[in-house]
């Protein structure tokens, strides 16, 4: 992003000299409705942190966002997933304010974008204005919410950043309020064993431990019998007072006889951390159950920001003969807490249930570059894109490769490189590399083909095939038929599909001009606004043209008449 280096001494300024870190006064809510939250700052999710808050917008779309002070608009992206339509809004006090999965702009901002679309002949646009040339005072309209880009219902994505260096803050410590007077839950409780010869309840393995709640509220562990460097993980999440959602928890604090161990808060982070989530949560259990279980000890790789106070990586070391109480508190922003003791006894007992380690040929050291040959294919993985060595689990099959499995995750893009010169080149031009699910569906990778070797860069570990996709998209029509009379229609509306290797691109034309379709994804719908165009003719010749991504192709052309 281009900033004036007038403007970043003044942010610099004002962030060294300036208010507090979090004003409290300075900013006024982004919508009029009361704040009832689908998603809090922190909240664990796919490979990453949630940067913002998820406002619920009443199961609608199109009720008004505000800006939260004035301001200037700084970045605009459209995009099919992620953030889907998002407004940029930096403030002169050192904040930017985000706005995402919005239906549309306010007409001004609407105006603008849209003279951009048409111009680069592509709904999915990011344009940076430049300082002051979309000046935005407090309380106007900005946009209206929406469902656009990877959201599954209609809420507001909110973020308050760092303008400077564009970390997301807690939007909650600026004084916005959301009734919330509820404890966080506790959903599990879980010890493990770290080192070698450790042992918990007589395992070497995670042991789930039960609990109770006591008259004072507070949570009691069943007694754990233990030896050797041990750790804990809880798997918590908060409600707020008006709604059933589950979110993120905001802090967890764990004490050993007294002493704090480990305390991480979500006040900040920053994005280039955010994936080292993985490292936070057991990810062998999370790729297992698809649920979360927050470690209270750092694991190895882990290279997250968020702690407080780190003594020991939260690692307790249970010594023979003694005794140890742990305590964790898990608690909200409103600093709502559930506690929970746990009684650690320092026994050695016979150890029933052994460490499990699948010793494959493949001992994975992720300091160093990886490279395997596996007949039909090879895979590459440069240093570090573990976050620990492991042994990988390979297996070439007759089309297929099983490159390990969901339960360890990667940090890094690796390459898998297969050899398809046993194909034809008409063969080819229908291949691409696949990634099969857990239902063996194959799901279309970026294949980049250079002659007979096909290649794909991912970070999903899991079985890979060539797939095959010889059928063009479809495409029919939502609200016209052919040769109708569309005077009073304000859009036109399209659903276009592909069956296997999925939508590459777009385009549509009206008497042979571009028109701007908007595409969502999730409900296979392409719009067009009648607004959009002044048309000058009666007859108006629609062209569409979908192309899939192995470059299958299908036309559909309509005519209507409008006056
Ligand atoms: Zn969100």
């Known amino acids: 992003m281009r900033v004036p280096a007038i403007v970043l001494f003044l942010l610099s300024f004002q962030l060294i000299f300036g208010q507090s870190e979090y004003p409290k006064e300075a900013f006024r809510s982004p919508v009029d409705i009361p704040l009832i939250l689908a998603g809090t700052f922190g909240e664990l999710r796919s490979n990453h942190f949630h940067a913002g808050i998820d406002i619920k917008t009443q199961q609608r779309e199109g009720l008004p966002v505000y800006a939260i002070a004035d301001g200037t608009v700084t970045r605009i992206k459209i995009s099919h997933w992620g953030y889907g339509k998002a407004l940029y809004i930096a403030h002169p006090n050192g904040y930017t304010s985000v706005y995402a999965h919005l ?68 939007p909650l410590l600026y004084g916005l309020s959301v009734r919330d007077a509820t404890n966080p839950s506790l959903v599990g409780l879980h010890a493990y064993p770290l080192s070698q010869e450790a042992q918990v309840n007589q395992s070497n393995k995670r042991v789930q431990l039960t609990y109770s709640k006591q008259a004072d509220g507070t949570y009691l562990a069943e007694k754990v019998n233990a030896l050797g460097t041990i750790g804990f993980g809880i798997n918590a999440f908060d409600r707020q007072d008006l709604a059933a959602n589950k979110n993120g928890v905001f802090s967890v604090l764990q004490r050993v006889n007294g002493k704090v161990y480990t305390e991480f808060d979500f006040d900040s982070f920053s994005f280039s951390e955010s994936r080292y989530i993985n490292t936070l949560i057991d990810y062998a259990y999370f790729g297992r159950n698809r649920k979360r279980i927050q470690q209270c000890f750092k694991a190895p790789g882990n290279k997250l920001s968020i702690y407080k106070t780190l003594f020991n990586d939260g690692k307790i070391d249970v010594k023979e003969g003694y005794s140890y109480k742990v305590e964790i508190d898990i608690m909200d922003l409103e600093g709502n807490t559930v506690k929970i003791v746990i009684p650690v006894e320092g026994v050695r007992e016979p150890v029933l249930v052994e460490r499990e380690e699948n010793r494959t040929p493949y001992l994975l050291k992720t300091h160093v570059p990886n490279n395997y040959d596996l007949g039909i294919a090879r895979v590459y993985f440069p240093e570090d894109t573990f976050y620990d060595d492991f042994y990988l689990d390979l297996k070439p099959g007759q089309d297929t490769v099983r490159i390990h499995n969901n339960r360890v995750a990667a940090h890094k893009n690796f390459t898998i490189a297969f050899d398809a010169s046993k194909y034809s080149d008409d063969d080819r031009k229908e291949l691409f590399i696949a990634h099969l699910d857990k239902d063996g569906k194959p799901q279309y990778m970026n294949t980049y083909k250079n002659g007979t070797s096909f290649s794909t860069r991912t970070r999903l570990l899991g079985t890979y095939t060539l797939a095959r996709d010889t059928v063009p998209p479809k495409i029919r029509p939502r609200n016209f038929k052919e040769k109708q009379w569309l005077t009073n229609y304000r859009y036109l509306s399209l659903r276009i599909a592909d069956n296997l290797s999925g939508i590459k691109s777009y385009k549509a034309t009206l008497n042979g001009e571009w ?32 192309t899939d991504n192995v470059g299958n192709s299908t036309t559909f052309n309509s005519s209507f008449f409008r006056r």
Not at 515 to 537: A, G, Q, R
């Open 515 to 546: 028109i701007l379709m908007e595409y969502e994804p999730k409900t296979s719908t392409i719009t067009y606004n009648f607004d959009d165009v002044i048309l000058d003719k009666k007859q108006c010749m629609l062209e569409v043209v979908v």
């Open 103 to 170: 239906q549309k702009f306010s007409p001004e901002i609407e105006k603008f974008v849209k003279e951009i679309q048409y111009q680069k002949e592509s709904y999915e646009i990011e344009v940076f204005p430049d300082y002051g040339e979309i000046k935005i005072s407090k309380d106007s309209i900005v946009a209206y919410t929406g469902n656009t880009g990877g959201s599954s219902g209609p809420h507001l994505h909110f973020e308050i950043r760092n303008s400077v260096n564009q970390k997301p803050t807690n």
